[in-house]
């Protein structure tokens, strides 16, 4: 596994840099998500349990971003994925030239699917178009129900929502309803799924959806 | 309550504009603390129940910092502390200069103690210096037990790491001491406090402390 130290990308033009990465990964026939979400809201769990349900079907990478260390990594490398850290020198979000430098380090081998696994948050991360074909952010029950009033940017900008961790959802006082009301007040067309990366439930709905985006862009070579 | 549209201070020297806010504050006897944490971490829950234990007997003010919303002004309102909502207009920290506005909107009255709830982040909130005399980072167990190896800095500024809601701590796989242990190497100083807000286990310990920082604060007066 490799790590790389990232700088922020020194250009004005960080839409059309992510606009022309994103038409390349579509013609290579690679699907990027930018996984979004608050530290600790399951994102490597969410990556473990989706690796090992569809390695068998499709080339998959990880790219994972972090101010610093390389647990996240290694957890996935142990999957028998492709995965590279990406230090982000302390910064809050991925750009789209960060993403690209990232991507070369995976080499180049085919990936059907790539995940970049953003620096835990949910603000910056918002503001930074990657690259990727499609955003999906993760909230937690824990978390709290209220945070798309807080965070409206990421709603907005994010094709899909996973609830998480809905197997603790009996001691917290998480109000789903309320939430997914309040993301599709910012983002009519989010699409919303809970899921417990622990027991599994809900993996169904949402693989299906990433085999849907992967036939997508496949289909788009 | 008030709320107020902040905008980045310009200014190169934060750090000397936070040392002069500092030594203005504790010579008015009041104690400015900088509460971080990740989104949902439970800063808002912390400071309500803490606000209800010790408001007989200290005058105590709220800064709520956002990038958007006022539902945590709201709850702490509600209370009967004073408390202001600062919205950071995107941006995902609080610096001196917009410490010190909130400040002013707290108005001519003497307060012992003032909290500035800081932007639900573990990242940009670590890298500026608002002036305040402590910083009390909450680390709630559902978040992991990894995030001293993920967010470093966060973990070496802060003079207090509170890990929150140990009431779950069944629910979840949170080892208490491998996540200390990764604290203090960091930052061997770091006083630590568990605490759950749901049933207050522990507050007596964390609200012993603040209390102690309050009088030495008026003790410097």
Known sequence: MKIIELKETVTASNDRDAQVLRQELTQ??????????????GKTTLLERTIRDLK????IAVMEADVDSDV?????????????????????????G????????????HFDLVFLENVGNLICPAEFDTGAQK??????????DDKPLKYP????VSDVLILT?????????????????????????IAIFEVSSKTGAGF??????????????????
């Not at 490398?77 to 020198?89: I, N, P, R, S």
């Not at 006082?173 to 067309?189: G, S, T, W």
């Not at 299906?208 to 496949?218: G, P, V, Y």
Request: with cysteine; aromatic share 8%; proline share 4%.
């Open 28 to 41: 290579k026939g690679t699907l990027l998500i930018n996984l979004m979400a608050s530290p600790g809201a």
């Open 153 to 156: 940017l990421m709603f907005s």
């Open 165 to 189: 961790k809905t197997d603790v959802a009996p001691y917290f006082d998480f109000d789903f309803e309320a939430c997914k009301q309040r993301a599709r007040k910012l983002n009519p067309n």
């Open 56 to 59: 068998e079907r499709y080339a």
């Open 204 to 221: 169904d709905a949402w693989e299906s959806w990433l085999e849907n985006a992967i036939q997508d862009t496949a289909a788009k070579n």
């Open 98 to 109: 960060m993403t690209r430098t990232a991507l070369e380090e995976l080499g180049e081998d």
């Open 135 to 144: 955003r999906v952010m993760l909230l937690s029950v824990p978390e709290g």
């Open 72 to 96: 996240d990594a290694r957890r996935v490398e142990k999957l028998g994925a492709k995965a590279v850290q990406a230090h982000t020198g302390g910064m809050c979000h991925m750009d789209a």
